[in-house]
């Protein structure tokens, strides 16, 4: 979860200015030194889409992935998708295949594996993950990459910026002090900017922008996941709501919303669950997010849910990233 001082400032802000002075020359140079050639970045042979966000912590981006991945896909596409794999045992790059263990390879690309009818890679360097990929799968003809806006060492032809409307840019300064990965006035050179919405901050951001909804479907148990239960089935009694994401309130506002009487347990993003994280009573009845549902299963009991979420963008929007693609065949380049 995102610390308190990301959105306002506070004693601890200015303690923490001096190291997020030097994260943000640090990432101005790195960039600089990708935009003047003097790093290299590697170009596949097929276009590349780039979903990433300027903040840390969640904006939908996952999400968001399996929409582009399905909407490709109805459009005649073959999408394959690499991402980097936050604390999996190794660096990769390596397939993640819908059964693979979550400690092995990373909650979330074991989530879009199960979610995304294509093939998804893992690997700290995207580059060798999209080139292990295509290797794998030469019938890809587009390549996702998860959480890579700042991953400049693989070259990309749309970049889709995602914003949380909720958060907005907090303080606006450089982590660890504030959010920031990189300034808002990079939004201007992404091509597209998404915004999770509801919004409920003034974002101070003037450009263009899709609102991206995130509707929840019914709940699937854990343990058998032909099993779904309405919000209005899990009301009659008070439910315990797990929540190891960026922003684990969001989730169980939405419960709440839904209608549930909820007790609330936060924890940190990508939190490695074990069996006493969640002993809260035998006939206790848990919900989580899709997310920490991976990271469950194996030890999941009878009364436990996970509610997953669909995003929604406007119409026409799928069409205006199509067209940014380039089209035809091209020499790979270092």
Known sequence: MSPGHWQRVTALTLVLLPPAALFAAVATARRWLFRSGMLTSYRLPVP???????????????????????????????????TRGYRARDAGPACVGPDAEAAEAGDEPVLLARRCACPVWRGVDRGQAARALLAAHPECDVV?????LQHYRLARDVEIALVDGMRGFGNRLPIPAGPMREPVARLESCDFVVVKVPRRTNLGWRGEAADMRLRPGDFVNLRDCARRASARTL???????????????????????????????????????????????????????????????????DGWWMLPVEAELPPGFAERIV????????PETA
């Open 48 to 82: 590349v889409i780039v979903v990433g966000n300027v903040t840390a912590g969640g904006t939908g981006k996952t999400p968001f992935v399996v929409w582009l991945a399905e909407t490709l896909q109805a459009r005649g596409f073959k999408p394959g998708i690499v």
């Open 144 to 148: 996702l990459s998860d959480d890579g």
């Open 235 to 301: 009301s009659e009694g008070k439910v315990h709501a797990v929540a190891g994401i960026g922003e684990p309130a969001q989730f169980f506002e939405l419960l709440r919303a839904l209608g549930l009487d909820v007790v609330e347990h936060a924890f940190a993003d990508h939190h490695a669950f074990v069996e006493a994280d969640l002993s809260f009573g035998t006939s206790a009845t848990i919900v989580m997010t899709e997310k920490d549902a991976v990271k469950c299963r194996r030890f999941a009991q």
């Open 323 to 330: 067209a940014k693609l380039p089209h035809g065949p091209r």
